[in-house]
């Protein structure tokens, strides 16, 4: 606290930090109803519910892809509510020992945006990908999102580059 005299008047200045409301949980194999949360916020965010839900993984599989050592899951918490979380998966180069991780998936309920969870995601990612040696942090974003592309650009260095789907040996893009 530091005192103020403005003439004959002082006033008191107390320093006010604020501190975030959830807490971020990487997830991991016992994580799967959290998990199962999260992909409902997804679908919701992205207006996507057929594409989280109507085909959900088994909880087998959930266990399996949580417990992976090469993808990464964090969840945005408060109180046990999934508010929002990121999907992400390291991948290991072949030109040299290092590895990216690439942001899959990262959205945040519709009553829970503008209070930080977003960027303390990445952040959390940040020191993620830091433990485990990985050079970059890179996601996409579509051309659209103004929301999402006002984030990654306080946050990194935009790239201009072109994405293409390529199906699956089963003729449908994935």
């Known amino acids: 606290m530091c005192e103020v005299s403005l003439g004959h008047v002082s006033r008191h ?3 006010v930090m604020v501190l975030p409301t959830f807490a971020i949980r990487v997830l991991g194999p016992d994580d799967v109803a959290l998990m199962e949360d999260l992909l409902t916020t997804f679908g919701e965010a992205f207006g996507e519910r057929e594409t989280y839900e109507a085909a959900r993984p088994s909880a087998s599989y959930l266990r399996r892809l949580l417990g992976s050592e090469y993808f990464i899951t964090l969840a945005a918490l408060k109180n046990g509510e999934v508010l929002g979380g990121l999907a992400a998966y390291e991948l290991r180069k072949f030109e040299q020992e290092r590895s ?9 309920a519709v009553g829970h945006r503008r209070q930080g969870i977003a960027t303390a995601l990445i952040q959390e990612l940040k020191s993620i990908a830091a433990a485990r040696g990985a050079y970059v942090i890179f996601v996409q974003a579509d051309r659209g999102d103004a929301p999402a592309i006002e984030l990654y650009t306080k946050l990194g260095a935009r790239e201009d580059v072109l994405h293409f789907d390529i199906p699956g040996t ?3 893009a994935a």
């Open 170 to 172: 089963d003729g449908g």
């Open 100 to 108: 990216e991780i690439y942001i899959y998936d990262l959205a945040v």
């Open 13 to 15: 200045i107390v320093s």
